[in-house]
C-alpha cells in the first residue's frame, strides 16, 4: 500500500453565507474570531433576508506522492486556500477524509502539526509580525516558543535573503520583505510536508528563483519533503512543479505533469508573424494552408503592418508553406516565431479567461 505524503477523499467544505439587508457578510462564523460579535451587531442593527450555502471544496480526492513539488492552481474562489487550510487542522471538513503522511487530520488532529508546515502568504493571511522587533528578534522568539534549533535562524535569514537586514526593525520594511520573513519563519523547522498558500507573492523574481532552487534542492532532493504550494503564477509552475493541480468551482478537474495536461487539453502551437504591406488575397492564401485552425489578424500601431496568429497542431507542416506564401507574395516579414502551448493557454481553453 502507497503511503501518500497528502491524501484526501471526498473532501467537502460547506460555508454558510448570510445576506443582511444593508450590508453582506460572507462569513465562516465558526472559524472566525471576530465572527460572533459580527454575527451580534448584524442581527442587532441588520435585518436578515437571505442564508444559503456556499460549497468551497466539493468531493475533492487528492493523491500526492513525497518527494513532489505540486503547484495548485486556479482562480480566486476556486477553493485553494479552504483545501490548505483544512489540510492544516485550521478548518474541519464539513465531509470526507483527509490525510498528512497517513495520519487523519481529524482523528489525530493534535499529532498533524508533526508532520507539516503551513505558510501562508501576506496575501492569504501571513504570519503574525511584531513590526517593532527585527528578523532576527522575531525568528529568535519563534524558534524559542516552539523549541527549534537556533542554528535555524542563521539558515532561514540566509534562505530568505534577509540577511543583511537581520537587525533592521520590520516597520521599516517592503511588502517584498515581510512576505520573505513570513517564509524564513516557515523554515525554520524541518518538516515531511509544506503547505504553502502564495508564499512566494509580493517577493522579486531574482529571490523567488533562488527559494525555488533551495526548496528543489535542500528540502525535495536531499530530505524527501512534500510541498503543495497555491500560486498564481504559471510560468513558475510550468518550469519547476513536478505536478501541477488544477481546481476549479471547488473541484479538481486536472492533475498531472505540466506538460500533459498541457499535451491532452491545447494541441496547438501558435505561429506568430509581423509582416507589412500584406494584401488581402495573401492572407486568404495563409487562411487556406492546410491543418491551420485557427487564422487571426490583428493590426499593430505601425502603418500598413499586421500581426497574424495562425495556430496549428502540425507546425512543422504548417511553417515552410507560411513562408513560402510570404516569399512568392513579396510581403516584407519583420518578424516570426513559433510559441508552444502553456499552461495559460489551458486556463484559458477550459476557463475562457487568464488565471490572472
Known sequence: MNL???????????????????????????????????????????????????????????????????????????????????????????????????????????????????????????????????PREILTIQSKLYNFPSDRIFDALKISGLEEVANVKVSTFSTGMLARLSLAIGLLRDSPVYLMDESLGGISKEVVEELYSYIKENLIRKKGATILYATHDLYDAERLADEVVLMHGGKIVAQGKPEDIILSMCKDHSIELEVLNCSKDTLQSLEGVAHVSKFVVSRTQVEDTLKIMIYTSEPKEVLPKVISIITEKGVELKYIKINKPTLEDVFIRMFGKKLR
Request: glycine share 10%; aromatic share 10%; proline share 3%.
Open 4 to 134: 501518500y505524503a497528502i491524501k484526501t477523499e471526498n473532501l467537502t467544505r460547506i460555508f454558510t453565507r448570510y445576506n443582511y439587508l444593508g450590508a453582506h457578510v460572507d462569513m465562516d462564523y465558526d472559524n472566525n474570531p471576530g465572527g460572533l460579535f459580527l454575527s451580534i451587531y448584524n442581527r442587532l442593527f441588520n435585518r436578515s433576508v437571505a442564508k444559503e450555502k456556499v460549497v468551497a471544496l466539493d468531493n475533492v480526492n487528492l493523491k500526492i506522492e513525497p518527494g513532489k513539488l505540486v503547484c495548485l492552481l486556479g482562480p480566486n474562489g476556486s477553493g485553494k486556500t479552504t483545501l490548505l487550510r483544512i489540510l492544516a487542522t485550521l478548518l474541519r471538513p464539513t465531509s470526507g477524509k483527509a490525510y498528512i503522511m497517513g495520519h487523519d487530520i481529524v482523528k489525530e488532529e493534535d499529532e498533524i502539526w508533526k508532520y507539516l508546515v503551513y505558510i501562508a502568504g501576506l496575501l492569504t493571511g501571513g504570519a503574525w509580525l511584531d513590526m517593532r522587533l527585527t
